[in-house]
């Protein structure tokens, strides 16, 4: 059953929370008017986030209420000083956004709300959030590295650990609003960014719905592709190819959410949607609304002026920096991604630069001054702009340290020229994007210039390259679209013309990292190849391009520039266009709600009936074993537990580490994933210990028991499949306290324990 009272008090915090981020998001971010009231949750967040992360290492309580109150001291502020009411109360429809969006992944979630090990990583994100939950201050202790804390970023599982301290909500209860949360701020966030760029144009209410869309209901082209496949005759389907195409194409009756994020083989190219319905707290989908307060405060940047010196300095110096700071230590995959970004929006407002030293003086090149050669302006801008990021981001890990000091990171390397993903692949995923930017791009590129005659100049640069590198025809084809975005970036900075707006330096960020992405990737020991880079770079390009073409699409909705395609009236060309733009990339949502709806296996469907306990499903099929893990975790603190290591790759996404990875209690070799954070050597010679502490010599076990402090030692199915019989009863310091007909919990006296091993010792010597 819903506890309603559960979700309508974690609500009200985040409308709370909401509300006072709200009011300062309009004393910092001004020039987003109305809209930056849509980042009220990510502000307040974020700042109890930060103060938590540094008043953390004291005490996590005492560092939740000083967020708090530096919130609430933050909001009167703006409330004494600011003309705030009339933008906040013009504001208020991003509350019925979030409210929407909330509700609607919560009814979902309730569905399958399971942190089921067999589809995915939720075991790691579950176990993250119990950490936190039980600490009492950071850093945490790893759930599957017992006595070193989390080598891997937190701060997102963090943030979310401090609303469920806030409302007195239970981790199983806390995973599921915390997704239904953190898909909603972002929903929110891009619809409050879209809709402030859009505003530029006269656009900002259609801008801000169609950034909410893509960013929160919109899919790739892969569903409706196939769709379209099955619905051709057999006469026309025959002619596509020869026995893939029946494969490819799809009925509606054999729809499944999960091959839309597949497209790409051995990789993930996964868009927020498909993220929030499979379930997984990642740090990279926790870390998306943060990266969009960023690039909002940037497009505040991008609005000023050169008499606004003293708040560019407190813009770029200081709320960017901070908040950089704070989305490293959710996801560092961003903060590449927040750098490049900050160096575009920079280098394209050039004449800010001499206005962001302690002086007027303090760059004498006037970067736009005519008299200065050409090549001269341009290295001066390159370098400028380079040097202004460098401080950038030295202030943002100054920012974050209370995280860098306890995060480990080895085996990194930069690799080169991977395997190179499909055109056909790439369309599929970026279609959606493609068929609005491009067509909106070239229509503003070159004005004065045939629409169609710049198109076919492009379109036969990317047929040539294709031609003569078909193995880079991906490359090809999104470099000279990125090519041609910067040009036009260029032109528009000189002063030639001014119809190219902030969604067009995002739309040449977006093409920029998909051809990186095919020539560059990072070496790291966790997947093999670019699974990584592939994977986190790409949830980020599909939000940068979800606001790109939101504020295209509301533009072309609401400009009144004729449209000469056909006789028929504009109106109803723009509603067909727009019709069908919804319908195919909104296809893939209406099928994943009509089997989340409907589906009847455990497949989608964990519980009997809707609920929001994500462990529901653990107490119907392993409920021996769960009344121990539930005994487990009534323990306080954070004791130390022996049980079977997830290290054997066919049960790294099964039920394995149950006891530390529901508890937050830690053991001392948990799942695999550690080879990678720790070291292979390290995280095996752990691996190995733990088999002797359960059937090692009786002096062997001693030692190790006592070397590693543990407390308990968990005796379940697994254990006893790997480790056969024990003879734990019989040890004078160790003593079974819990025993049903599954699993048997034993406590170690660890002081019986030393004295044992200094008798020992003592008779040896003797």
Same mark, same amino acid.
Request: net charge neutral; hydrophobic share 50%; glycine share 10%.
């Given at each position: ?39 009220? !949750? ?10 938590? !992360? ?153 801008? =801000? ?51 839309? %994020? ?43 002026? %050169? ?49 962001? @030293? ?29 040097? +202004?990021?460098?401080?950038?981001? +030295? ?60 198109? $076919? ?46 969604? $067009? ?42 606001? =790109?073409? @939101?504020?295209? +699409? ?56 809707? $609920? ?93 028991? =006592? ?60």
């Amino acid at each position: 059953m819903i506890d309603v009272s559960v979700v309508a008090a974690w609500l009200v915090l985040c409308l709370g929370l909401g509300l006072a981020g709200g009011i300062i998001a309009l004393g910092v971010l001004p020039l987003l008017g109305r809209y930056a009231v849509a980042f009220g !949750l990510p502000v307040a967040l974020f700042v109890l986030g930060l103060v938590g !992360l540094w008043f953390g290492h004291l005490s996590i309580t005492a560092g939740l209420w000083v967020g708090i109150a530096l919130l609430l001291l933050s909001s009167l502020v703006v409330v004494r000083c600011g003309e705030w009411y009339e933008q906040f109360r013009r504001g208020m429809p991003a509350f019925g956004v979030f409210g929407v969006s909330f509700l609607f992944l919560l009814a979902l979630r309730v569905l399958d709300p399971a942190v089921d090990p067999a589809s995915g990583e939720k075991f790691l994100n579950f176990g993250l959030l119990q950490a936190h939950l039980r600490a009492d201050v950071l850093p945490a202790e790893d759930i599957w590295f017992a006595g070193e804390p989390f080598s891997y970023y937190y701060a997102g599982h963090f943030v979310a650990s401090l609303l469920a301290r806030l409302t007195g909500t239970a981790a199983r209860y806390a995973y599921n609003l915390s997704l239904a949360t953190f898909y909603a701020t972002l929903v929110t966030a891009s619809y409050g960014l879209t809709g402030a760029i859009g505003k530029r144009w006269n656009a900002g209410t259609a801008a =801000a719905l169609m950034g909410a869309f893509f960013a929160g209901f919109a899919s790739n082209l892969l569903t409706v592709s196939r769709l379209l496949v099955w619905a051709l005759p057999d006469s026309i389907a025959s002619l596509l190819g020869d026995g893939t195409v029946s494969e490819f194409a799809l009925s509606p009756g054999s729809f499944h959410y999960w091959s839309a %994020s597949r497209i790409v083989p051995t990789l993930i190219s996964e868009f927020p949607l498909f993220a929030y319905l499979n379930g997984d707290l990642h740090a990279h989908m926790l870390a998306m609304p943060f990266e969009l307060l960023a690039v909002a405060c940037l497009y505040a940047y991008f609005c000023t002026d %050169s008499s606004q010196r003293r708040y560019r300095q407190v813009l770029l110096f200081g709320v960017i920096p901070a908040v950089s700071g704070f989305v490293a230590a959710t996801n560092a995959w961003s903060v590449p991604v927040i750098a490049g970004l900050t160096w575009l929006t920079v280098y394209f407002r050039p004449s800010s630069l001499g206005t962001l @030293g302690p002086g007027r003086e303090w760059i004498s090149v006037p970067f736009n001054d005519s008299r200065f050669p050409a090549v001269s302006r341009t290295w001066g801008r390159l370098l400028g702009s380079s040097l +202004v990021v460098g401080v950038v981001l +030295v202030l943002a890990v100054v920012w974050s340290l209370p995280f860098w000091h306890v995060s480990e990171t080895s085996g990194m390397a930069l690799g080169v020229f991977p395997a190179r993903s499909s055109l056909g692949a790439l369309l599929l995923i970026h279609g959606p994007f493609l068929a609005v930017l491009v067509p909106s791009l070239l229509s503003r590129l070159s004005p004065g210039v045939s629409t169609y005659t710049t198109a $076919t100049m492009i379109g036969m640069v990317i047929a040539a390259g294709g031609v003569l590198f078909p193995t880079y025809a991906a490359v090809v084809l999104f470099g000279t679209l990125a090519v041609v975005v910067w040009r036009g970036l260029e032109r528009t900075q000189r002063g030639e013309h001014t119809d190219l707006g902030f969604e $067009t330096l995002l739309a040449f960020a977006g093409f920029s990292l998909i051809v990186l992405v095919e020539l560059v990737y990072l070496r790291e020991p966790a997947k093999p190849g670019r699974f990584n880079t592939f994977y986190k770079t790409y949830a980020q390009i599909w939000v940068l391009f979800s606001v =790109a073409a @939101g504020v295209v +699409v509301g533009r072309f909705v609401t400009s009144r520039r004729a449209i000469d395609l056909t006789p028929v009236s504009n109106t109803v060309v723009r509603g067909l266009v727009v019709a069908v733009l919804l319908i195919s990339t909104g296809v893939y949502g209406m099928g994943a709600v009509h089997q989340w709806t409907t589906a009847e296996n455990d497949a989608v469907r964990s519980p009997d009936e809707p $609920t929001l306990d994500a462990l529901a499903f653990a107490e119907q099929r392993y409920p021996d074993q769960m009344a121990a893990i539930e005994w487990l975790d009534n323990r306080s603190g954070t004791p130390t537990i022996i049980s079977v290591p997830g290290a054997y790759i066919w049960r790294e996404y099964r039920w394995v580490n149950a006891p530390s990875s529901l508890t937050g209690v830690p053991t001392v070799a948990g799942w695999a994933h550690e080879s990678a954070y720790r070291g292979a050597d390290t995280y095996w010679n752990r691996v190995d210990d733990v088999g002797l502490m359960f059937n090692g010599s009786r002096k062997t076990q001693s030692r190790l028991l =006592a070397h590693y402090e543990v407390q308990y030692i968990f005796y379940g199915p697994l254990e006893r499949e790997r480790y056969g019989a024990t003879l734990f009863s019989n040890r004078t310091a160790v003593r079974e306290v819990y025993e049903n007909d599954a699993v048997t919990i034993y406590r170690v006296n660890q002081t019986r324990l030393t004295d044992r091993l200094a008798a020992d010792t003592s008779a040896t010597s003797n």
